[in-house]
Nanobody, 120 residues
Framework: QVQLVESGGGLVQPGGSLRLSCAASGSILDINTMGWYRQAPGKQRELVAVITSGGTSNYVDSVEGRFTISRDNAKNTVYLQMNSLKPEDTAVYYC??????????????WGQGTQVTVSS
């Protein structure tokens, strides 16, 4: 079974930092793009940041300069370093990966989500 397991969410004050991690496990042959999405209450899920297997990254405008996405291909893990957090960053953050596994080919995989709350 192929799965993504996230960690690192929590409660932080405005201006603080958090680092999210997401590890892929199971019968994985290859991982292409990995990324982070978020969904705030009453809003649609939005793309936060994405990174290719070669390390090229893109961000939504609202987090540009504050968040950094990175990955360790040897560990099948993607990270999201979040600095200068704002209350509007409060959301459930989901990891996503485009994965190729034994007997299944390429497919889109989601993590279970981790809550990030920015509040004083």
């Amino acid at each position: 079974q192929v799965q993504l397991v996230e960690s690192g969410g929590g409660l932080v004050q405005p201006g603080g930092s958090l680092r999210l991690s997401c590890a892929a496990s199971g019968s994985i042959l290859d991982i292409n793009t990995m990324g982070w999405y978020r969904q705030a209450p009453g809003k649609q899920r939005e793309l936060v940041a994405v990174i290719t297997s070669g390390g090229t990254s893109n961000y939504v405008d609202s987090v540009e300069g504050r968040f950094t996405i990175s990955r360790d291909n040897a560990k099948n893990t993607v990270y999201l370093q979040m600095n200068s957090l704002k209350p509007e960053d409060t959301a459930v953050y989901y990891c996503n990966a485009h994965v190729r596994s034994y007997g299944r080919g390429w497919f889109n995989l989601w993590g279970q989500g981790t809550q990030v709350t920015v509040s004083s």
